[in-house]
């Protein structure tokens, strides 16, 4: 919960960094939260659409939460 915190606070001081939003998603997952895992990955994929590592974790939680069709598109 410390890591998750200290990115949610970077990311309300830096909103548009996509990484931080990643972050924030790689935390989720690691809680084993996969639906707010998505939602940060979503943010970090809109802010920069070209960062695979945010696909492939978003399409891993998209696989945790049962979206087998999310997760492949990913």
């Given amino acids: 919960a410390g890591a998750l915190a200290a990115f ?3 990311v309300a001081l830096a909103p548009a960094e ?8 790689v935390a989720e997952l690691a809680r084993g ?11 970090s994929i809109e802010r920069d659409p070209g960062f695979a590592p945010a696909h492939a974790d978003r399409g891993l939680a ?3 939460a049962g979206d087998h069709l999310g997760a492949v598109e990913d």
């Fill in 18 to 25: 996509a990484s931080l939003h990643y972050f924030v998603g």
């Fill in 33 to 43: 939260e996969p639906a707010a895992a998505e939602a940060a990955l979503s943010r």
């Fill in 8 to 10: 949610q606070t970077a």
């Fill in 62 to 64: 998209r696989l945790l």
